[in-house]
């Protein structure tokens, strides 16, 4: 058997156009195969075409057609979030240019742990972030894998900043990585303050920091607030959060994961008026950014608290290579092997500018406020509430919590839409998350029709 070839070096980009050929025809005969949103069967049976497939995992001899089947056979089992009914997660269709860029990526295959394995990746991603922190009023950003990293990143600087004692206070909202990080790290039980509209509410939270700053043996505070939340899109009233914040000297972090792309939109952005007084803000570029995962980033509006993450490692950033100019790489993340994910968005952000980013984050959510307008006349279907950013939810007039898990269950088992789930006001909710700038009104039309037709009478 001959020795296989590289991607990289001057042979590489000879070697990967006819794969890249294969690649591209193994996902358009795969997505033709699945025909609808979703595959249909529901688990037993993808698993069981997924086993076909594949066969011995490691057989002794290889299969020169593995690449084309397999690729086949994921695109005919995937989740498609191109599709328009593919609508129940903060899971975007990727930019086609921002994913030919992640192939350059994984051709040359930079590791963003030194600087003598990503000479150009380091300098890239030093200009991205910077300019990234300062749209969201901050001084400076790391790359994370997304908004679980970064909400688990901004307790950590600040537990390093403030001291273990520090106490988390978060809205009923928020999302789950939070209080998870606080007790990865070790931090006292978070104080969990009621949401009841959905949003955290501002009078309990002064309660609880005139508790906090109180008599008695109280630590430093760390609020977080949320940017659109995961359920509903939902942003809470950071101008309130942050003057309570500098009042009663507590740290404030923003989970702006989902909101944060508002930022590029000169229609939405004075949704996240009182963002730039957060301390850290947590980003998600593979949300309203529409980048291949991962693309997740955490602000800091102070660059002294990422001190707290340099480490020494003789052979990544040794102190006279340091001194001598080399850049060190190791205080910019956790991780320390980590793939330059800068390059897809830096390339976004000079293709589309922000003008073409707006234009985006306007089209969807238009596109919520339309599908909003179809649910709100529609005599066979209840709204939630008009849509923040581009979330929207709704229910059959009158059917129980049960009866709406079952029509949503019926759709994904059978590839017909992909919708979510929301339990607010203590009723359950099917949740529409619309993140696909070409949907068209008839998609949504029928989206709504696919879902009456399912509800029993």
């Known amino acids: 058997m001959s ?54 995992v490691l057989p002794d001899h290889g299969d020169p057609n593995a690449l084309r089947h397999l690729v086949h056979t994921l695109a005919e089992g995937s989740a498609d979030p191109a599709h328009p009914h593919c ?16 192939l350059a ?21 030093a200009l991205v972030t910077r300019a990234l922190a300062q749209q969201a009023g901050a001084a400076d950003a790391l790359i994370t894998t997304g908004g679980t990293e970064s909400n688990q990143l901004a307790l950590l600087l600040a537990r390093e900043t403030h001291g273990a004692r520090i106490r988390l206070v978060h809205g009923a909202n928020a999302h789950h990585s939070l209080p998870r990080a606080a007790w990865l790290l070790g931090l006292p039980a978070p104080l969990v303050i009621p949401a009841p509209t959905g949003t955290l509410d501002p009078a309990a939270l002064a309660e609880t920091l005139t508790t906090l700053s109180g008599p008695g043996p109280h630590g430093p505070v760390l609020v977080a607030a949320t940017a659109g939340t995961t359920d509903a899109g939902l942003i809470d009233p950071l101008p309130e959060i942050a003057a309570l914040c500098r009042a009663h000297h507590a740290r404030l972090h923003i989970d702006a994961a989902y909101g944060g792309g508002l930022l590029f939109s000169d229609r939405h952005r004075p949704k ?35 001190t707290t993450l340099d480490q020494r490692a003789d052979y990544l950033n040794a102190d006279d290579d340091t001194d001598a100019g080399l850049p060190d790489l190791l205080g910019r993340s956790l991780r320390t092997t980590r793939r330059p994910d800068v390059l897809k968005i830096a390339v976004t952000l000079k293709t589309l500018g922000r003008t073409g980013l707006a234009t985006l984050v306007d089209q969807v959510c238009e596109h919520a406020h339309t599908f909003a307008d179809l649910v709100h006349h529609h005599p066979a279907f209840e709204l939630h509430a008009r849509p923040t950013i581009s ?28 919708l ?3 339990r607010l006001d203590g009723r359950l909710w099917l949740k529409a998350t619309l993140l696909n700038p ?3 009104p008839d998609d949504l039309t029928g989206l709504l029709t696919l879902v009456e037709g399912t509800t029993p009478r």
Do not use: M, Y
């Open 391 to 418: 979330t929207v939810l709704f229910r059959p007039t009158g059917a129980t919590d049960d009866a709406v898990a079952a029509v949503r269950r019926h759709l994904l088992t059978h590839g017909r839409a992909v």
């Open 87 to 102: 609508a129940a997660h903060l899971h975007c269709p990727p930019l086609a240019v921002a994913t030919a860029a992640d």
């Open 105 to 125: 990526v994984s051709t040359l295959n930079p590791s963003l742990d030194s600087w003598d394995q990503a000479p150009a990746a380091s300098e890239l991603e």
């Open 272 to 306: 996240l008026t009182g963002l730039d007084a957060a301390d850290t803000i947590t980003l998600d570029l593979h949300k309203l950014g529409w980048q291949p995962i991962a693309a997740g980033l955490l602000t800091v509006k102070d660059p002294r608290d990422l």
């Open 438 to 440: 070409h949907t068209r």
């Open 3 to 56: 020795t296989p070839s590289l991607a990289s070096g001057p042979d590489g980009p000879h070697t990967l156009r006819p794969l890249l050929d294969t690649v591209l025809d193994a996902l358009r005969d795969g997505t033709r195969a699945r025909r609808g949103p979703l595959p249909a069967g529901g688990p037993t049976a993808v698993a069981a075409r997924v086993r076909d497939a594949v066969g011995d």
């Open 420 to 422: 979510g789930r929301a």
